[in-house]
């Protein structure tokens, strides 16, 4: 069992920048490959970035590809998602997830999840 708790979400103006953190606790982390999805309001959950559980590899949804940035500490159990030029688009609840694959860009490829961590980017 993996358990996995975000945070670093909040109320951002369009143009800046945010860090978000997932925190993980429970079976060894670095056995996992990690996951960012994201879900705005009426809108299905979404594929941002994942990460392999080296760190050596990483792939990023279009929408976000130059602007966001998954990297991990797998000496502090956690993953994060440094994310640029926020557009109002970006608006959604991120989530962090956790996959036993090398690398997942479909929800059903991961194992755990997070409770997620609100993004507001405002115009």
């Known amino acids: 069992q993996v358990q996995l708790v975000e945070s670093g979400g909040e109320l951002v103006q369009a143009g800046g920048s945010l860090r978000l953190s997932c925190a993980a606790s429970g079976r060894s982390f670095r056995n996992y490959a990690m996951g960012w999805f994201r879900q705005a309001p009426g809108k299905e959950r979404e594929f941002v970035a994942t990460i392999t559980w080296s760190g050596g590899s990483t792939y990023y949804a279009d929408s976000v590809k130059g602007r966001f940035t998954i990297s991990r500490d797998n000496a502090k159990n956690t993953v994060y998602l440094q994310m640029t030029s926020l557009k109002p688009a970006d608006t959604a609840v991120y989530y962090c997830?956790?996959?036993?694959?090398?690398?997942?860009?479909?929800?059903?490829?991961?194992?755990?999840w997070g409770q997620g961590t609100q993004v507001t980017v405002s115009s």
């Open positions: 997830a956790a996959s036993g694959l090398r690398m997942a860009t479909m929800l059903s490829s991961y194992d755990y």
